[in-house]
């Protein structure tokens, strides 16, 4: 099961506004992805994170790993209709190889 | 490029069959990730391998669930005898290398598995 606190667990928002979710960990992780799940698929890979402090942008989406190392956001601006889907955080602990630990995903549902 | 491949996508299966699922990892990736997803416990992470050998099997749920990974492109996970509760998507994973900073992981489409 999951070791990670993401939240919120759903969002309803109106097209064009703007998305925030985040995760956070009792343990300190050195790498931070951001995933998307749309129904029937896989996971999609957004955004991957590997130092503290770093601020990461790929369109509309931006997140960034938290200074403690301990906790991610991911933000969504002016969100459109595709934009729904499930949003999971991804964290992997030093020494961990490449086992990782996901968040109970955020689900986004955007209304025109 | 070609991502993860899975097969079969979908599956319907009767209790007490078996079920074989097969994955196909991104070219080059030397680590393979076996994932279950479902409603209730969400992506959880049952096996992995680095360089086609298991590194950590401590999230298989039972005896019952087996995996291999007899070459770098190619792995199944088995389920002998198949029940309802294992009813789930299984997602194959892969990575460019089993450790250190730089690691992300691509997921394959899954393969949908109810068994009746």
């Known amino acids: 099961g999951q070791q990670l606190n993401q939240s919120p667990q759903s969002m309803f928002i109106q097209e064009g506004e703007d998305v925030s979710m985040n995760c956070t960990s009792s343990?300190?992780?050195?790498?931070w992805l951001w995933y998307k799940q749309e129904p029937g698929e896989g996971p999609v890979l957004l955004i991957a994170?590997?130092?503290?402090?770093e601020l990461t942008s790929n369109g509309r989406l931006t997140a960034q790993f938290g200074i403690t190392r301990k906790d991610s956001f991911l933000n969504i601006s002016a969100s459109i209709p595709s934009d729904v889907g499930i949003y999971f955080c991804?964290?992997?602990?030093?020494?961990?190889?490449?086992?990782?630990?996901f968040g109970a995903g955020t689900q986004v549902v955007v209304t025109p | 490029d070609a991502g993860v491949i899975q097969s079969p996508r979908h599956e319907v299966t009767e209790m007490g069959q078996e079920v074989t699922l097969r994955c196909k990892p991104i070219?080059?990736?030397?680590?393979l990730f076996w994932y279950r997803q479902t409603m209730m416990r969400g992506l959880e992470l049952l096996i992995y391998?680095?360089?086609?050998?298991?590194?950590?099997d401590s999230g298989m749920p039972e005896d019952r669930f087996s995996a291999k990974m007899p070459n770098a492109s190619f792995s199944t996970l088995k389920i002998q005898p198949s029940e309802p509760r294992d009813s789930a998507v299984y997602f194959c994973?892969?990575?460019?290398?089993?450790?250190?900073?730089?690691?992300?992981?691509?997921f394959g489409e899954g393969s949908w598995l109810t068994v009746v």
């Open positions: 391998f680095n360089n086609n050998v298991p590194i950590d």
């Open positions: 343990s300190i992780f050195n790498t």
């Open positions: 994973a892969s990575s460019p290398r089993g450790g250190g900073t730089g690691n992300t992981i691509y």
């Open positions: 070219s080059g990736h030397n680590s």
């Open positions: 991804a964290g992997r602990t030093p020494g961990g190889w490449g086992k990782l630990q």
């Open positions: 994170l590997y130092k503290a402090g």
